[in-house]
């Protein structure tokens, strides 16, 4: 069946350095992905989108880029602060929403 | 005030019970989602609904079931708890193809 996965189950990072998370999906008719961030105790936010006939969009501070060649999307924070810290996952979606399991990225000050 | 509602935001109940999570939203989205999250897992879809008379079943849809009773309202209702029914309960909503919006979650406790 569909999936998404996740590279690295968690990310340390020094603050202000860039992190990159990664995930790769395996049904190649997705066409929309979105990245969440997900805090304890809280719901998944929204933090950024990308259709496919893009192959980068920016926001403030983070960026998505999606290679659609090999099935891979990845997040690109800067200057990661540590308001940062959370569980990171994205998700591809054709019909339905395919989520990956999450990345927790620690912060370290 | 939060665009999409959860209640109870935690539950512990007993096996054989009957339990309903209400999901509440103000976006004035069609499409309402209920996952669950198990640690280490990845959000499960449970039931979705495009629209009021909509209901479809997602990847794990056994032991559950659900109501829209109004574009704003989609409950799920556990009809007989079991202990692995123990997970982290999201509803979620959306415009046609594009982000989901998330509540809080119900943590739920099945004893």
């Known amino acids: 069946g569909e999936s998404v996965g996740l590279h690295l189950p968690t990310l340390s990072v020094q603050e202000g350095d860039n992190s990159i998370i990664n995930c790769a999906y395996s049904n190649s008719a997705s066409d929309y992905f979105i990245w969440y961030k997900q805090e304890s105790g809280k719901g998944p936010q929204f933090i950024i989108d990308i259709r496919s006939n893009m192959d980068k969009r920016q926001g403030q501070r983070v960026t998505v880029l999606l290679n659609k060649t090999v099935k891979h999307l990845s997040l690109q924070i800067a200057a990661t602060q540590p308001g940062d810290s959370a569980v990171y996952f994205c998700?591809?979606?054709?019909?339905?929403?395919?989520f990956g399991t999450g990345t927790r990225l620690k912060v370290l000050a | 005030d939060a665009d999409v509602t959860q209640t109870p935001r935690n539950r512990i109940t007993k096996t054989g019970k009957r339990i309903m999570l209400e999901c509440s939203q103000t976006?004035?989205?069609?499409?309402m989602y209920w996952y669950r999250q198990d640690p280490g897992l990845g959000l499960q879809l449970i039931y979705y609904s495009f629209d009021v008379k909509d209901i479809n079943k997602g990847e794990i849809s056994d032991g559950y079931s659900v109501s829209r009773q109004a574009q704003a309202k989609f409950s799920l209702s556990l009809e007989s708890a079991i202990p692995n029914q123990t997970a982290l309960y999201f509803c979620?909503?959306?415009?046609?193809?594009?982000?989901?919006?998330f509540g809080p979650g119900t943590r739920l406790t099945v004893l």
């Open positions: 979620a909503t959306s415009d046609l193809a594009n982000e989901q919006f």
């Open positions: 976006k004035g989205h069609d499409r």
């Open positions: 998700a591809a979606t054709n019909v339905r929403y395919i």
